[in-house]
């Protein structure tokens, strides 16, 4: 129950239009996702994966989120306007993470090996950013909307455009030049 309340604070906390408990329950499919996901990724891992597959096309139809039950996800993650979000199969999300409409963390082969990015902690992914293939994306890191990700993003660090060029905070930035 404590894992319900975490994610309906983090969507009061994050989500400007949800205006209260109510409405962070019944319209945040991002949320209602993430709660299915929980299942099927538990499904997964017991073995009962035709299952889990079935209940995540279903969540998909529903929510317009496309989770593989495989994918792990941290706390405290927020799916702001669900619609077009794909999580590959071997995805890790990191806790505190935003993530907008349309975000892609897609594969980039056709092993059966990590093939899938790794998303830090605190980080944010605009409308429409592809992070694709076995990359990580740091901590408290920033993909820009649009973004095309191919390389890895340091911790702290914004990439913007496609293909993604990497920009660091000023502070950062200072300390790699001295």
Known sequence: MDRFKEDIQAILDRDPAARGVLEAVLFSPGMHALWMHRLNHKLWNTGLKLLARILAHLTRLFTGVEIHPGARIGRRVVI?????IVIGETAEVGDDVMMYHGVTLGGTGFTREKRHPTIGNRVLLGAHALVLGPVP??????????????????????????????????????????
């Open 80 to 84: 702001d306007h669900g619609m077009g």
């Open 137 to 178: 994306v740091g901590d408290d890191a920033r993909v820009g909307a649009g973004a095309v990700v191919t390389k890895p993003v340091p911790p702290g660090a914004t990439a913007i455009g496609n293909p993604a060029q990497i920009t660091l905070p000023k502070s950062e930035l200072e300390a790699v030049e001295a």
